[in-house]
């Protein structure tokens, strides 16, 4: 008897996967005429677009689309979280009244409550000012149509509306929380202000991720109604470059290029952002598009694994 | 030659084929009645009649009997809605109802933003454009002009002018609301640089995409004054809040035509349609609208083409 003969070395041949490759061919096909006829077809002259691509007042509008898609993101969350925490409230008048905001800011279109705030609100109410309650004294008074800027109107009308829906948002996210975490801490002797804001909170902000997300990225492009209140946003400059030089498809592939590359700024934004808010919900997160990248084009190094 | 023998009997002309005298009679015929959807009687001696000028229009507009008219409802009393419908109404829209009971076709007046026009136009989207649009040399680059109407620019400020504004000068560190893509937008940044070059204040202007939305800012005080046409601040004067709301301040200035604008490419209906105008203008057609609306003031002897002088 003499020594077991090493078995022969197994010959793995990969799984070819000839229909991937052809798909790819043909939809790599198609892409490349829909380019080729986009460009052929003239219907802009790309010089042009190149020519406003950067120009001053385009990237003027670039950066107050960005601020005002931010703040009213900002109020909108802000207003969102005490909304809903309201909603959830054993007080029936402060979950009736944040029902009644979030019905009425919902239930009307963006585009109404942008015009009211900037043409019916200083029709009605003459002067804007903060006074001190019970009192006479007025620490801030402005006439209503100097207050009511077209920034203020575009912060206050989709800041508002904001708010109705990430109220929503936010409701769905504290009641995904499992109603047994509630339990414990009142078992700890937690009172319901504590307990919201440092265990259901904490661990709705998972579900809140996503969706905010969303909003976000819609926001940026619905700042561009901010333009009929006279806002200086990306619409707005785009509209009245091309109201003098009449290059209106040029002009508006500008801006939709710069919207194009906000949102996708955002949509990496927030997957890296709900990966970290992931990270103690599943054993192993799934490789990001880089690391799969890496992956898949570096060459496999065989026999190292044990 | 006696016709009235000739008709009962052709073949008293002489001609023996029965056929030349069945053609000489149709053709006898046709002359006679002369077949046109017009309802417009008989013209005066040297202007074309409808059947004509029907004639003359491009083929596909023959087809369709019909013209689409380019136009920003929403500046009374030029073009506006009736209130409380889509029925347009004013200067403009009975003048296009005329030109097109001359040439014998139906006319549809198109709502379209101002400042949209001129691509719309070269989009065919509609055949012509008529929205109290001024005839200026800069915009004969993009289309041709028949001159139709003449107004100058009025300023119209609230009632009993409480920023005092009496003239264009006194616009310098005040706020001006007004159409975009309007020849007073273009007066409103001109009169800015003016100001700041005299070392005053600039004005600030705001362009709405209505005129209606600039008299609305007006109204609210945001903006301290409204340049618009003429005849339409007169309007606006006269009618808002029951004539409360506005008044008009100084005299109107920078007179200038308005023009009906076609694209480049359609001369042969640009000629048509001047025909047409100057048969209303010499049948008194044309000075009955007006004096409806009052704007008799801006009444044009000729339609020219291209005729607007100014930037």
């Known amino acids: 008897m003499g020594q077991p003969t090493p078995p022969d070395q197994i010959l793995a041949v990969p799984l070819r996967h000839r229909g991937r490759w052809v798909a790819a061919a043909v939809l790599l096909g198609l892409l490349a005429l829909l380019i080729r006829l986009i460009v052929n077809s003239r219907f802009a002259d790309f010089a042009v677009v190149r020519q406003f691509l950067f120009n001053g007042s385009i990237l003027e509008g670039l950066r107050n689309t960005l601020v005002i898609s931010v ?3 900002i109020v909108g969350i802000t207003l969102g979280v005490i909304c809903s925490v309201m909603r959830l409230a054993k007080n029936p008048v402060l979950s009736i009244t944040s029902w009644l905001y979030i019905w009425f800011f919902r239930g009307t279109p963006v585009l109404v409550q942008l015009l009211f705030w900037f043409n019916a609100v200083p029709a009605v109410f003459k002067t804007f000012a903060v006074s001190v309650p019970f009192t006479h004294v007025v620490l801030y008074q402005k006439p209503m149509v100097q207050f ?29 929380v499992d109603e047994g975490q509630t339990e414990a801490a009142q078992a700890l002797g937690m009172r319901a202000g504590l ?48 109201s003098t030089n009449l290059r209106v498809v040029e002009l508006l592939l500008d801006a939709s290029i710069w919207y194009l590359v906000l949102t996708s700024v955002a949509t990496v934004g927030q997957y890296y952002l709900e990966r970290r808010f992931a990270r103690g919900a599943s054993r192993e997160l799934p490789l990001t598009p880089l690391q799969r990248l890496r992956r898949n084009l570096l060459p496999v190094r065989a026999g190292t694994a044990t | 030659m006696d016709w009235g ?6 073949a008293r002309l002489g001609l023996r ?28 001696s040297g202007t074309p009649s409808s059947a004509t000028l029907f004639a003359k229009l491009p ?10 008219v380019g136009s920003d409802v929403g500046y009374a009393p030029i073009e506006f809605f009736k209130e409380g419908t889509q029925q347009v109404e004013g200067v403009d829209y009975d003048i296009g109802q005329a030109l097109g009971a001359k040439l014998g076709v139906k006319v549809t007046f198109v709502n379209t933003p101002f400042d949209g026009q001129p691509a719309a136009l070269k989009a065919k989207r509609f055949d012509m454009v008529m929205s109290a649009r001024t005839d200026t040399k800069t915009r004969q680059a993009e289309v041709d002009f028949v001159d139709y109407f003449t107004a100058g620019t009025g300023i119209l400020v609230q009632k009993g002018n409480p920023k005092n504004i009496n003239s264009l000068d006194d616009l310098c560190g005040k706020t001006v609301a007004l159409e975009k893509g309007t020849t007073q937008a273009d007066v409103a940044d001109g009169q800015s640089t003016k100001c700041q070059a005299a070392g005053k204040a600039t004005v600030n202007v705001l362009k709405l995409d209505k005129d209606t939305d600039a008299l609305q800012q007006l109204k609210i005080g945001r903006s301290d004054a409204d340049l618009n ?3 339409v601040a007169a309007y606006n004067a006269k009618t808002s809040g029951g004539g409360n709301d506005f008044q008009v301040t100084g005299q109107q200035f920078m007179s200038a035509p308005y023009g009906i604008a076609f694209s480049k490419d359609n001369a042969q209906l640009r000629d048509t349609v001047q025909s047409a105008l100057k048969a209303i203008i010499a049948d008194g057609t044309y000075d009955q609208i007006l004096s409806t609306w009052g704007v008799s003031a801006g009444a044009l002897k000729t339609a020219d083409i291209n005729g607007g002088t100014g930037t």
């Open chain 2, 5 to 10: 023998r000739v008709m009962s009997n052709p």
């Open chain 2, 59 to 68: 083929a596909a507009i023959q087809t369709s009997k019909e013209i689409q």
């Open chain 1, 195 to 242: 307990i919201m804001r440092r265990v259901i909170l904490p661990q709705a902000m998972r579900v809140i991720i996503p969706p905010t997300g969303n909003e976000f990225i819609s926001m940026l492009k619905t700042s561009s109604l901010a333009s009929v209140v006279l806002y200086g946003e990306l619409l707005r400059r785009a509209n009245d470059i091309y």
């Open chain 2, 17 to 44: 084929k029965p056929l030349v005298a069945l053609v000489l009679l149709a053709v006898a015929a046709g002359g006679v009645s002369c077949k046109s959807t017009s309802t417009a009687t008989s013209s005066p």
């Open chain 2, 229 to 231: 046409d003429f005849p």
């Open chain 1, 71 to 73: 703040l009213a993101q």
């Open chain 1, 148 to 176: 009511m800027t077209p920034f203020m109107a575009a912060l206050l009308g989709l800041g508002l509306n904001e708010g109705a829906y990430m109220a929503e948002i936010v409701r769905a996210a504290i009641i995904s």
